[in-house]
């Protein structure tokens, strides 16, 4: 029997918390990064944090749209080198800087070269205008969102690495490629009126690491690229060191497939200013050698102690991998 879809939400009306998007049963959410106009409630810092505390992962969406004007997405290249330019500073605001940014294709693209079988001239303008948000975001961060046509021929025509197809203006066809698809109808948490939407793949522009987990990175001797080539400047991005000495430290831990300072180093610039009271815990788990983690008692401990469960389960992940590799030294 086939496993029932991942679900989440998108919302701009209203704002509801984490913890009440987790008691709806929703685990994930698409939020609209601020576009410089009034009237939506888009994400800011505080909701990130909210969200992250209770474990709802978070995509972003961007949308500029005037009514009673033409569709912003019809309005060619530098409209969207000059959208995903905005985008990314709001991005990098909430701290979300290096997540994909879904642009949003929010009408019912017709057909702008009927007979022509190029994708891209069948986006027309539109094409134009996602190939310049592409041009800033570059192909691994730049998603589309829009109905079926939107979707696939930007899709078709490399113009998109990431998909969230809408139910509106598909007729019924779904691409089998897309990462989200957003369903028909409003539903409601916390008093606000939300779109559901399915995960129809595992990553979906949720975080950083969707295309290559943390454990995929591992190994005995540091971080490596998929093809099994050293990337120190990838594992000091990955690990949060910025400076020589810490650079080095970081290597020794890796070099000797002691991972778990690391970890640790990694995983303490992420939890809340509510979270630091569990210090004393992190500081004990750090003193320990990998192989001698109870990940059991650390789950329970850390669990009751209110970290998240994805923030839980990623550190569990992540010590796992980091046994096996100590064992295999």
């Known amino acids: 029997m086939p496993m029932s879809p991942r679900l989440g939400l998108d919302f701009s009306s209203g704002r509801p918390s984490g913890l009440a998007i987790r008691q709806a049963g929703y685990s994930f959410v698409v939020r609209y990064l601020a576009n410089g106009l009034s009237g939506r409630n888009n994400i800011d810092g505080n909701e990130v944090r909210d969200l992250q505390a209770n474990g709802v992962d978070i995509s972003l969406v961007w949308e500029r749209k005037l009514i009673g004007q033409p569709d912003r997405a019809t309005e060619g290249w530098s409209a969207g080198v000059a959208d995903a330019k905005y985008a990314q500073v709001q991005a990098d605001s909430i701290g979300l800087g290096t997540h994909p940014v879904y642009i949003a294709v929010d009408f019912d693209v017709p057909d702008y070269a009927p007979g022509n079988p190029d994708p891209r001239a069948k986006l027309g303008p539109v094409g134009d205008y996602l190939a310049g948000a592409q041009s800033v975001l570059g192909t691994e961060r730049m998603g589309v969102y829009g109905g079926y046509y939107a979707v696939s021929r930007a899709l078709d025509a490399g113009l998109a690495h990431w998909s969230w197809q809408t139910a509106a203006w598909s007729g019924g066809k779904v691409d089998t490629r897309v990462n989200l698809f957003q369903r028909i109808g409003t539903v409601w948490v916390a008093g606000v009126g939300c779109d559901e939407n399915e995960a129809r793949q595992d990553a979906f522009g949720q975080n950083v690491e969707d295309d290559v987990s943390w454990t995929d990175k591992l190994s005995p001797n540091g971080l490596l690229r998929p093809d099994g080539t050293q990337v120190t400047e990838t594992a000091m991005d990955f690990l949060g060191y910025a400076d020589e000495f810490a650079r080095q430290g970081k290597e020794a831990a890796v070099a000797n497939g002691a991972m778990l300072q690391a970890i640790m180093t990694k995983l303490d610039v992420e939890f809340t200013a509510d979270q630091q009271r569990d210090a004393q815990i992190l500081a004990q788990l750090k ?25 839980v389960k990623q ?15």
């Open 287 to 311: 003193a320990l050698p990998v192989v001698n983690v109870d990940k059991d008692q650390l789950a329970a401990a850390l669990t009751a102690s209110g970290f998240a469960e994805s923030v």
């Open 315 to 329: 550190l569990l992940d992540l010590l796992t991998a980091a046994s096996q590799l100590h064992a295999q030294a």
